[in-house]
């Protein structure tokens, strides 16, 4: 996903690929699929060399997030892009479809994960913004 929590691309696999396959899989799908040509990357720690020779290929650069070392021992600190992706994640499992899955295809899967962030972003243009945003942006 982009920096603003818009899905790029999907990619469903079994529990027991690597997450190699996945970020390989995903690095294709922003390439073919974003309007304008993808810059940079911030992938997991669990993502090894192998996708950032990948990246390498498609001129993307794949940067490896790593949390700061002076949060060490401070238990749960959101890390400022990461948090981002753990948000969509969050709201996207509020679906009852992508939290209760059952397919055996991994298609189907995928486009359930399409639809339900088509929802969230309907959500998101139709609700007004909380109250409490337009009195910050009138003391500011």
């Known amino acids: 996903m982009d920096v603003l929590g818009l899905i790029i691309g999907v990619v469903v696999l079994a529990a027991s690929a690597h997450d190699n396959t996945a970020g ?7 390439a073919e699929r974003c309007g304008m040509p993808l810059e940079k990357a911030l992938v997991d720690q669990g ?6 020779i990948h990246g390498a290929l498609l001129d993307i650069d794949v ?3 790593r949390r700061n070392p002076a949060d060490q021992g401070k238990g749960f600190v959101p890390q400022p892009k990461r948090w981002i992706v753990e948000q969509v994640n969050g709201t996207l499992m509020l679906h009852r479809r992508l939290a209760r899955e059952y397919d055996h295809r991994p298609d ?3 486009s359930r994960v399409y639809w339900a962030s088509i929802a969230n972003m309907t959500r998101r243009l139709t609700t007004p913004s909380p109250a409490w945003r337009d009195t910050l942006e009138l003391a500011a």
């Open 108 to 110: 189907t899967s995928a």
């Open 47 to 52: 993502f090894k060399d192998e996708v950032l």
């Open 63 to 65: 940067e490896v997030a």
């Open 24 to 30: 390989t899989a995903l690095l294709d799908q922003a």
